[in-house]
């Protein structure tokens, strides 16, 4: 299952037993971007409370992204961001986009491993757990594979199909099938990620694209705890022009895309 890419940088000399090895213990960024997520919010809240309860041997920040809700969603992180030292908010001044405020995420993050996850609960917070051996194992990028997607729509996995399908015949790297933004990324990658210039960011295409030991962990994604999908058809066709446009392997970046 392991994919191995272009390593950017030389992390051949490193070892495993290296990774979040920088400060003891460990700290560990988990990134929430939230788009009119008052309903979920404080189930979401509680469930990432009880999975850093979880962990014995490694330091917690929550970053939650307000991405310019317009419902209670701001009001509410603000409340739990001022009893909880651990929980970090950022807030756009407008809805700027699920992709740009993981962006402002990975940017701010600290962690020597970062993860990236839906506060919809769809991406079950347990899971990173498993991330996190994998990690520790010395993956550079653990990334999440969808063995089932209860509760979506046919019209939604027939577009993901097709789209994933055609941006890998496109693309000069592999890029995971069935996989979303669910994921762990070392420092390193991290790092990468933050020099690289992109405008218009599609942030899976890039992970694929910097290197590095990457590994799939199968999960099963669960349904919206509630409320409806932030992700219209306007944002979803965005989101695939970016994908097939703007990613540095697109073949559409080449003046000569058959060279
Ligand atoms: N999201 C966001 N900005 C947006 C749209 C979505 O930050 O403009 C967040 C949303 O709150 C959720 C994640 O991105 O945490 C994924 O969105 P959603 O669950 O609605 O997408 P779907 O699972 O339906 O593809
Ligand atoms: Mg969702």
């Not at 213990?25 to 919010?41: D, K, R, T």
């Not at 310019?68 to 909880?84: C, I, M, Y």
């Not at 942030?203 to 099963?220: D, E, T």
Request: hydrophobic share 40%; aromatic share 8%; proline share 6%.
């Amino acid at each position: 299952m392991m994919s191995r890419h272009l390593d950017l940088a030389d992390s051949s000399a490193r070892s495993p037993l290296n990774h979040g090895s920088r400060r003891t213990p460990a700290l560990l960024s988990v990134i929430i971007p939230c788009y009119n997520e008052e309903e979920v919010i404080g189930e979401t809240i509680k469930r990432l409370r009880s999975f850093c309860a979880s962990l014995t041997d490694l330091d917690v920040e929550l970053i939650f992204v307000d991405d310019g809700s317009r419902d209670r969603t701001r009001t509410l992180l603000k409340g739990f961001a001022s009893e909880d030292a651990r929980i970090k908010l950022i807030c756009f001044a407008r809805n700027f986009g699920h992709q740009i405020a993981v962006t402002a995420g990975i940017d701010a993050a600290r962690g020597d491993a970062v993860v990236l996850i839906d506060a919809d609960l769809q991406d079950p917070p347990e899971v990173i757990l498993q991330m996190v051996e994998k990690w520790r194992e010395g993956y550079d990028v653990v990334y999440g594979t969808r063995t089932e997607r209860p509760g979506e729509s046919r019209f939604k996995l027939a577009t993901a199909r097709s789209f994933y399908r055609l941006l890998n015949r496109l693309s000069e790297v592999p890029i995971p099938l069935d996989t979303g933004d669910f994921r762990l990324m070392s420092r390193d990658v991290v790092t990468t990620l933050n020099a690289m210039p992109e405008r218009d960011r599609f942030v899976r295409g890039m992970v694929s694209w910097v290197g590095f030991n990457q590994i799939a962990l199968p999960y099963r994604r669960a349904e919206r705890f509630a409320g409806e999908s932030k992700y219209p058809l306007r944002k979803m066709i965005r989101f695939a022009t970016d994908g097939i446009l703007s990613f540095p392997a697109s073949p559409c970046r080449s003046p000569w895309p058959w060279a």
